[in-house]
């Protein structure tokens, strides 16, 4: 029966029943399903089960992420996507802040609609109006989005031209959305989203219908700039949250309670680790003596675990002429997030700029003189001072900041050297992490290059290939489970980025190891291989720990400032009752500090609980409590921080023996 239509269809391709034309779907557990042509994502999932059409939320055809409303016009493969699943929760969110931005809408008519979009938690919209919200007016929200939501409005998608676009957004006087579809390139169609009485411009996706957001909290509202653009409007942007459920938001809102405890911009400056001044500029942090410590102490442990890995330290200079960057790449690919000093139009000048990266600098090393396949692998490391023009909306505390420092190096090494030496780089980032307490919360992402996104990067198509097939048969040699981010390479090669999130759940890479075969020849950097040909060395560009005050910021809100021992700016607090006590803790004091311990005395007339307290305050690993008896025997009266932490008297020796222990072995605890 309809054989006739082989010919035109194939057996595969097509079945063709009724006269309905029938197509194969792959599901993510492998199994096919015969579905008529042109069915929506939806209306699959709902023949599939009609428990997973309830919780869908997007969907995935052919392994590119997609609305429900999008339909299946041939064999393909078929996700449904849940709020399990990134894409999925995204949209949900996505979801939420149209209704947000709908109850504003109704609640204030005059209110400029921006942007948006779902972020990494939850979500904003951004709006331009006369006042600024209150908390009081986030009340008044989220009661509007409540009955957004009891209505269940179905979410309906409709495509209009530029001309049209621009047209709806003028005529409903929405300048922000004017501008967004006037920026849309002529031609392409542009997606609208209609619930009830509101419409927004959005490229989506969006669920089904409003009903289906079932428990969100709009958390806060600030400024934020037009376009991340200082030299544009200030807008109002409001954040929320959204889940299924509401026990699911209420475990949400407990984790950031806590979070708000240990957020490191908080702790930090409580702690007097570092501070910020205005008329010093935004993302240029101070690092106060305990601070500075902390990060003395990190250094040195990175530079003698490097130099026993075989690594040599270079110091190279903070600027360089443009000359050095054009020859780099970074001139041409990253002229926009440099300092430059002149004018970097003037050719007639002289020009310098702020080092972002070490690299240049470090080949200069390699040239110095000429080199063989005997001196391969050379490894290069540097504790470097990097300076990057970060736009004011993305810095944050420590985790963001325009001048930073790096344990930064860059390894050249024969194509045969090249896995193990990428092991060794990853090795050591893996056991730098270990020490800190950090690896359980890392993840691995493959960042590969987009070959859309042309004029973002160096070299061919080809080179590329090769570059990202060497890594990623590296990565999969050494089992490292990683996702891969399309567009996040560097622009002369691919990387595995080493993922962190903070506090909030904001994702930053902590380490990158990168692989470069590109910017060796562009450079000249040489050498004579066994067969006597002159050869371009693979370079491996890589941190050990990353930024110094990124990890510092990470650390304070992995430990909530109770540092291990090791890294405590001071290890020990010594608390005399009473002056007579005084002499006693001084002798202990050198005794300690002879063995390379950090020690302090609180010698202020002081009740000894209100010392006590303090130095829990301050998170001080130990507190030695000196008094009369222990200044007879010769001992000393032991606490943890903690609210249990006394361990009784102890002598001097078994005290320093137990705090040495502690410090050398960088215990965790």
Known sequence: ?????????????????????????????????????????????????????????????????????????????????????????????????????????????????????????????????????????????????????KEDIKLERLFKSREDAVKYFEEKDEPYKTELASDIPEGEDISFYTQGDFTDLCAGAHLMSTGLVKAFKLTSATGAYWRGDSSKKMLCRVYGTAFPKASELEEHLNMLEEAKKRDHNKLGRELELFTTVDVIGQGLPIMLPKGAKIIQILQRFVEDEEARRGWQLTKTPYMAKRELYKLSGHWDHYLDGMFVLGDPNDETKECFALRPMTCPFQYQAYLNRARSYRDLPLRYDETSTLFRNEDSGEMHGLIRVRQFTISEGHLMCTPEQLEQEFKGCLELAIYMLKTLGLYEDVSYRFSQWDPNNREKYIGTPEQWDEAQGIMGKILDHLEIPYTIGIDEAAFYGPKLDIQIKNVYGKEDTLITIQIDQMLAEKFGMEYVDRDGQKKNPYIIHRTSLGCYERTLALLIEKYAGAFPLWLAPVQIKMLPIADRHLDYAYEVKKQLEQQGLRVEIDDRNEKIGYKIREARLQKVPYMLVIGDSEVENRTLSVRERGENGDLGAMSIEDFISRAVDEDKNKVRK
């Open 1 to 149: 029966m309809y054989t006739w239509l082989r010919p035109y269809f194939g057996d595969e391709a097509y079945f063709f029943i009724g006269g309905i034309f029938m197509i194969k779907v792959t599901l993510k557990d492998n199994t096919v399903k015969e579905f008529k042509e042109g069915i929506t994502a939806y209306e699959a999932a709902k023949e599939i089960s009609p428990g997973l059409a309830r919780n869908a939320c997007a969907a995935r055809i052919n392994g590119k992420n997609a609305d429900l409303r999008d339909t299946l016009d041939g064999d393909c493969t078929l996700e449904i996507l849940t709020f399990e699943d990134d894409y999925g929760r995204r949209t949900f969110r996505h979801t939420a802040s149209h209704i947000m931005a709908q109850a504003v809408k109704r609640l204030y008519p005059d209110a400029k609609l921006a942007i948006g979009p779902a972020v990494d938690d939850g979500f904003y919209y951004d709006f331009d109006l006369e006042t600024k919200f209150t908390p009081d007016d986030l009340v008044k929200i989220e009661a509007e989005m409540k009955k957004i939501v």
